[in-house]
């Protein structure tokens, strides 16, 4: 399982329109890391986003868009700063500090 990461809008969006998606590959994980990874993205995908009381997002609140590669399937999971569900949160925090660690 391949899951990408891509943040989009926010203060810094014209930065991050030059950066590529970045990429955690579960296959390269240790054991342990992967499972957890798997148990996120399931847990991600089963919730929705947090409904939107306000009259419109925050000016600079940021978009995020999680795809998930596997083997006979691919499922793309994008959610907001003001929407996000806990699940969505547990999965972006995870995969953000994978990724600082590379």
Known sequence: MKVTLATHGGQAAAINLRLPPRVVDAEALPQEAARELARLVEAAKTTQAVKEDGPGQARDALSYT???????????????DTTMSPAFAALLTWLERRLAME
Do not use: K, N
Not at 66 to 80: A, K, N
């Open 66 to 80: 999680i795809t998930v590669e596997d083997v006979d399937r691919s499922t793309v999971l994008t959610q907001s």
